[in-house]
């Protein structure tokens, strides 16, 4: 059983950052990725790293965020800065890729973790 936790969710005011964790139970070469879904949105693709590190953004988010995995930790991390109050949202992780990269189909998800930016 894959299991995805996900921790470093937070307050946080517009023009801060947070960095998001997300640990796997298993050591794997699955493709990882972040995802979030906002109040009344539908979930969607933020980032996304291939075991390799190739590595792939969302434009809303592209030179804010960063997406890096630790392979020897199984964990993968999500730095965020200049977060603005549109980036408010239920962050989930995910692994092993089921489609296209920067789609939401992916096959183990995490719990989520909230993301609250204040204006």
């Known amino acids: 059983q894959v299991q995805l936790v996900e921790s470093g969710g937070g307050l946080v005011q517009a023009g801060g950052s947070l960095r998001l964790s997300c640990a796997v139970s298993?050591?794997?070469?699955?493709?990882m990725a972040w995802l979030r879904q906002g109040p009344g949105k539908e979930r969607e693709f933020v980032s996304a790293i291939r075991w390799g590190g190739d590595t792939y953004y969302a434009d809303s988010v592209k030179g804010r965020f960063t997406i890096s995995r630790d392979n020897s930790k199984n964990t993968m991390y999500l730095q965020m800065n200049n977060l603005k109050p549109e980036d408010t949202a239920v962050y989930y992780c995910?692994?092993?890729?089921?489609?296209?990269?920067?789609?939401?189909?992916?096959?183990?998800w995490g719990q989520g973790t909230q993301v609250t930016v204040s204006s």
């Open positions: 298993v050591r794997s070469t699955y493709t």
């Open positions: 995910a692994a092993e890729l089921l489609a296209g990269v920067t789609t939401t189909s992916y096959k183990y």
